[in-house]
């Protein structure tokens, strides 16, 4: 069962890129149904992680005992993002049906799309290190030619720009992969992790660490290496901002950063995080205020939440893993609920600028509702998701007696909720201009694409209940903080 | 006097090309069916298969080229070697429970036709790269810059 997450997006795309230009439907129906078979067995993988009471899965390919052949490794932690990443796939092309009507050749969109879905699964569930960095490339080649799938010459500056600094990363994250091969002789994650655990010069750790940190941390756009985000963001077509900002860079970057640096390398926490972390909270929240693009503001605010889920994964402590994964969880949803939003007022009235919007709500109320409950929940406003995963960014920083940083944190969700605010009012509020009276409500499918992640947002905070976190949040925190410890639990589960 | 051609370089070039151009082909196909024996393989050979092509129409100009293969075939060929790829490995899923697992013989070591599979993807790789990378060059070809 576990290869077909990777068999079944890639094998859907060539299939659409063979036959989609002769029958137009057909590509809509194929995409949706191999997206809804993703989503299920995203679902069915954790729960039978959950019968085998998560000891990890190991799947050899071809047959071949892991370090000589590749494998594929689904822990806690891996079972989480798929279902993440697989869920909002699948309302993303949701969304696309309607959408992606006013774009030309929507058949390569879906292709792309579907080859991007492969390099997003691929790269959680594999345990070798050298196809990490296959599926990583992947995943940029298609997320560039989409974010260039409008051809105008903004989209390719965008695309070209983030295709160079891209170039930059990979070559970082190749060069400590071939460091890592020249010392241990070895490309499978496990293996590597038991060597480490074995012994090892600090320096060389150091070392690949920094390499990691600046390959991966350009991939999570964390600054000082977000140059790319804010051009490339809010040039690509909506449902594909959405992907990007929502799972894409937290799959690419952050899970791919955190795996290699806690499981790999042994280091659990580390300094260079929270700084940076920090340093993206602030330098990405006062970006933002100022922008007047309702996308681009968005952008910035991605680069600010993800300084939050990289300084609570930095701290190190379980509490602090913990805090960063949820947050992780609830600004995927949201992230992702408000860019489908802004590709909604796109849709409606072909406009960023907020300054020239204003009393939508009347006319979209779905939009409007939608968009209030995922600002709210990223502003950290209780009860949504967004606003316990905050609180627990902060408490596990007071607990690492990270004071200073734990105010920041605090400020910055204040001047988050004023960027939001503005946001609401500027767009959804305020005097309805005689240019809009036309406007109407977008499809009922891309309603329904946003309903369920605005559901999902306001509901995010019941993961914390007992029940619910022993189930789905505690192992995937098992791992990430047991460490090293991942080589032996996993090499003693091949069977 | 020869006359200067309409299209294309002229005849010193074209005559080159003739005698050279089949001669880079079969040389592709040779890498790419020597894959699993020697340092070769599906990637260099297709890389070479497109070469072929490439060269002739450097040669000769485009729409000589495009007549003998045109970019639309060429894209159904890169899909084509794509999905065979692909079957191939899900069969595997089917035959041995495992994605790529080898269900042919092993045959004879360093026979042409030994190693399983092998022989097998690299023929599909071969076509997925000779067809993407005469795509890539033709449609290099196609789009001009925006004139200011």
Same mark, same amino acid.
């Given at each position: 069962?576990?290869?077909?997450?990777?068999?079944?997006?890639?094998?859907?795309?060539?299939?659409?890129?063979?036959?989609?230009?002769?029958?137009?439907?057909?590509?809509?129906?194929?995409?949706?149904?191999?997206?809804?078979?993703?989503?299920?067995?995203?679902?069915?993988?954790?729960?039978?992680?959950?019968?085998?009471?998560?000891?990890?899965?190991?799947?050899?390919?071809?047959?071949?005992?892991?370090?000589?052949?590749?494998?594929?490794?689904?822990?806690?932690?891996?079972?989480?993002?798929?279902?993440?990443?697989?869920?909002?796939?699948?309302?993303?092309?949701?969304?696309?049906?309607?959408?992606?009507?006013?774009?030309?050749?929507?058949?390569?969109?879906?292709?792309?799309?579907?080859?991007?879905?492969?390099?997003?699964?691929?790269?959680?569930?594999?345990?070798?290190?050298?196809?990490?960095?296959?599926?990583?490339?992947?995943?940029?080649?298609?997320?560039?030619?989409?974010?260039?799938?409008?051809?105008?010459?903004?989209?390719?500056?965008?695309?070209?720009?983030?295709?160079?600094?891209?170039?930059?990363?990979?070559?970082?994250?190749?060069?400590?992969?071939?460091?890592?091969?020249?010392?241990?002789?070895?490309?499978?994650?496990?293996?590597?992790? *038991?060597?480490? #655990?074995? &012994?090892?010069?600090?320096? /060389?750790?150091?070392?690949?660490?920094? @390499?990691? %940190? !600046? =390959?991966?941390?350009?991939?999570?756009?964390?600054?000082?290496?977000?140059?790319?985000?804010?051009?490339?963001?809010?040039?690509?077509?909506?449902?594909?901002?959405?992907?990007?900002?929502?799972? *894409?860079?937290? #799959?690419? &970057?952050?899970?791919?950063? /955190?795996?290699?640096?806690?499981?790999? @390398?042994? %280091? !659990? =926490?580390?300094?260079?995080?929270?700084?940076?972390?920090?340093?993206?909270?602030?330098?990405?929240?006062?970006?933002?205020?100022?922008?007047?693009?309702?996308?681009?503001?968005?952008?910035?605010?991605?680069?600010?939440?993800? &300084?939050?889920?990289?300084?609570?994964?930095?701290?190190?402590?379980? @509490?602090?893993?913990?805090?960063?994964?949820?947050?992780?969880?609830?600004?995927?949803?949201?992230?992702?609920?408000?860019?489908?939003?802004?590709?909604?007022?796109?849709?409606?009235?072909?406009?960023?600028?907020?300054?020239?919007?204003?009393?939508?709500?009347?006319?979209?109320?779905?939009?409007?509702?939608?968009?209030?409950?995922?600002?709210?929940?990223?502003?950290?406003?209780?009860?949504?998701?967004?606003?316990?995963?905050?609180?627990?960014?902060?408490?596990?920083?007071?607990?690492?007696?990270?004071?200073?940083?734990?105010?920041?944190?605090?400020?910055?969700?204040?001047?988050?909720?004023?960027?939001?605010?503005?946001?609401?009012?500027?767009?959804?509020?305020?005097?309805?201009?005689?240019?809009?009276?036309?406007?109407?409500?977008?499809?009922?499918?891309?309603?329904?694409?946003?309903?369920?992640?605005?559901?999902?947002?306001?509901?995010?905070?019941?993961?914390?209940?007992?029940?619910?976190?022993?189930?789905?949040?505690?192992?995937?925190?098992?791992?990430?903080?047991?460490?090293?410890?991942?080589?032996?639990?996993?090499?003693?589960?091949?069977? | 006097?020869?006359?200067?051609?309409?299209?294309?370089?002229?005849?010193?070039?074209?005559?080159?090309?003739?005698?050279?151009?089949?001669?880079?082909?079969?040389?592709?196909?040779?890498?790419?069916?020597?894959?699993?024996?020697?340092?070769?393989?599906?990637?260099?050979?297709?890389?070479?298969?497109?070469?072929?092509?490439?060269?002739?129409?450097?040669?000769?100009?485009?729409?000589?080229?495009?007549?003998?293969?045109?970019?639309?075939?060429?894209?159904?060929?890169?899909?084509?070697?794509?999905?065979?790829?692909?079957?191939?490995?899900?069969?595997?899923?089917?035959?041995?429970?495992?994605?790529?697992?080898?269900?042919?013989?092993?045959?004879?070591?360093?026979?042409?036709?030994?190693?399983?599979?092998?022989?097998?993807?690299?023929?599909?790789?071969?076509?997925?790269?000779?067809?993407?990378?005469?795509?890539?060059?033709?449609?290099?070809?196609?789009?001009?810059?925006?004139?200011?």
């Amino acid at each position: 069962m576990l290869p077909l997450v990777v068999v079944i997006p890639i094998g859907i795309a060539f299939l659409i890129s063979f036959l989609g230009k002769y029958y137009k439907k057909l590509s809509d129906i194929l995409a949706t149904v191999a997206c809804i078979s993703l989503a299920i067995l995203s679902f069915l993988i954790f729960y039978e992680l959950r019968t085998m009471n998560y000891e990890p899965l190991v799947y050899k390919i071809g047959g071949w005992l892991p370090s000589i052949g590749i494998s594929m490794v689904v822990d806690g932690l891996t079972a989480v993002m798929l279902i993440v990443v697989n869920v909002i796939a699948l309302i993303s092309v949701l969304f696309s049906v309607s959408y992606m009507e006013k774009y030309t050749d929507k058949w390569k969109y879906y292709a792309l799309f579907m080859m991007m879905l492969t390099s997003m699964n691929g790269l959680i569930v594999t345990g070798d290190i050298f196809n990490m960095y296959v599926f990583l490339e992947l995943g940029t080649i298609s997320s560039c030619v989409l974010i260039a799938f409008g051809t105008e010459q903004d989209e390719l500056e965008a695309s070209f720009k983030y295709m160079v600094l891209g170039t930059v990363a990979s070559t970082f994250i190749l060069l400590g992969i071939a460091i890592l091969y020249s010392y241990y002789s070895t490309l499978n994650m496990s293996d590597i992790s *038991l060597a480490v #655990s074995k &012994g090892s010069s600090t320096i /060389v750790i150091t070392f690949l660490t920094l @390499l990691f %940190v !600046v =390959g991966f941390g350009l991939k999570a756009a964390i600054v000082p290496f977000h140059a790319w985000l804010p051009d490339a963001h809010p040039s690509a077509p909506a449902p594909i901002s959405a992907m990007l900002s929502g799972v *894409l860079i937290k #799959s690419l &970057g952050v899970y791919a950063l /955190v795996r290699i640096l806690f499981n790999v @390398l042994g %280091v !659990v =926490g580390s300094n260079i995080l929270i700084i940076l972390g920090v340093i993206s909270m602030v330098v990405g929240g006062f970006l933002a205020i100022y922008q007047k693009d309702l996308k681009r503001m968005l952008a910035y605010s991605t680069v600010s939440q993800v &300084g939050y889920i990289v300084f609570a994964f930095g701290l190190g402590t379980p @509490l602090g893993i913990f805090a960063g994964l949820f947050h992780l969880i609830n600004h995927a949803f949201a992230k992702f609920l408000l860019f489908l939003n802004a590709g909604a007022v796109v849709y409606a009235t072909d406009e960023r600028n907020m300054e020239n919007l204003g009393g939508l709500r009347e006319k979209m109320p779905v939009t409007a509702a939608t968009s209030l409950v995922g600002s709210m929940s990223i502003s950290g406003v209780p009860p949504f998701g967004g606003f316990w995963s905050k609180l627990f960014i902060i408490l596990a920083a007071v607990q690492a007696k990270e004071f200073t940083a734990a105010v920041i944190a605090i400020l910055i969700s204040i001047i988050t909720l004023s960027y939001y605010l503005k946001l609401q009012k500027q767009t959804f509020y305020g005097k309805l201009s005689e240019r809009w009276q036309d406007v109407k409500e977008v499809p009922l499918t891309m309603c329904i694409a946003m309903i369920i992640p605005a559901v999902i947002c306001a509901g995010l905070g019941l993961l914390l209940l007992p029940q619910i976190k022993i189930v789905f949040l505690d192992p995937a925190v098992g791992v990430l903080a047991n460490g090293l410890e991942y080589g032996s639990i996993v090499l003693q589960n091949i069977k | 006097m020869i006359e200067e051609p309409k299209t294309g370089m002229n005849i010193i070039v074209k005559t080159v090309t003739r005698l050279t151009t089949g001669l880079i082909l079969l040389f592709g196909i040779y890498i790419v069916f020597h894959g699993h024996i020697l340092s070769e393989g599906g990637f260099a050979g297709g890389v070479v298969i497109a070469l072929s092509f490439i060269h002739l129409m450097l040669a000769y100009g485009r729409e000589i080229v495009l007549k003998k293969m045109s970019e639309k075939v060429s894209e159904l060929l890169g899909n084509i070697g794509a999905v065979i790829f692909i079957i191939i490995a899900v069969l595997g899923l089917f035959t041995g429970g495992y994605l790529f697992f080898d269900f042919f013989g092993k045959g004879k070591p360093f026979n042409l036709f030994s190693a399983g599979l092998m022989p097998l993807y690299n023929i599909a790789i071969s076509l997925i790269v000779g067809a993407g990378l005469f795509t890539v060059f033709v449609t290099l070809v196609f789009f001009r810059s925006e004139k200011k």
